[in-house]
């Protein structure tokens, strides 16, 4: 019997914008734990949270056991070595996410100047060049 405080397996999708197939493959390696009445799943405030942190993680690029081990520090009071491994994983990752954005400069820079030169080579085509 549903309660006010949990939402549906739709509404869940819906709320995260996810498709039901990845909800079910997060339950499925037991990042989310619905409670089930029948077929029917309903998530309360625990599994909103987590899939909160889930998607968080997923923006921020980490492996699906990265964010396993990131749940694992929220579940409950994380230890300094759980701390230090979470430490690890975020420095890792910004040094990944700054080399991605390096690489989109780059490429920003680079189209930007092809696009430039093509603005000029117009400019210098004859008015009467074929279009």
Same mark, same amino acid.
């Given at each position: 019997?549903?309660?006010?405080?949990? !939402? #549906?397996?739709?509404?869940?999708?819906?709320m995260?914008?996810v498709?039901?197939?990845?909800? @079910?493959?997060?339950?499925?390696i037991?990042?989310?734990?619905?409670? @089930?009445e029948?077929r029917?799943?309903?998530? %309360?405030?625990?599994?909103?949270?987590?899939?909160?942190l889930?998607?968080r %993680?997923? @923006?921020? %690029?980490? #492996?699906?056991?990265?964010? @396993? &081990?990131?749940?694992? !520090?929220? &579940?409950?009071?994380?230890?300094?070595a759980q701390?230090g491994?979470?430490?690890?994983?975020?420095?890792? &990752?910004?040094?990944?996410?700054?080399?991605?954005?390096? +690489?989109i400069?780059? #490429? !920003? #820079?680079?189209?930007?100047?092809l696009r430039?030169e093509?603005?000029?080579? !117009? +400019? %210098?085509?004859?008015p009467?060049?074929?279009?």
């Amino acid at each position: 019997m549903q309660d006010e405080s949990h !939402i #549906s397996f739709k509404d869940m999708c819906a709320m995260f914008d996810v498709t039901p197939r990845t909800l @079910r493959y997060y339950e499925y390696i037991e990042l989310l734990s619905p409670r @089930r009445e029948g077929r029917a799943r309903w998530y %309360g405030p625990r599994e909103i949270a987590r899939m909160k942190l889930i998607m968080r %993680g997923r @923006r921020f %690029g980490f #492996s699906l056991e990265e964010i @396993r &081990q990131w749940l694992l !520090i929220y &579940q409950q009071k994380g230890t300094r070595a759980q701390y230090g491994v979470w430490v690890e994983f975020a420095t890792r &990752q910004l040094e990944v996410l700054a080399a991605q954005r390096a +690489e989109i400069d780059a #490429s !920003i #820079s680079d189209l930007r100047a092809l696009r430039d030169e093509t603005v000029r080579l !117009i +400019e %210098g085509l004859p008015p009467d060049a074929p279009e």
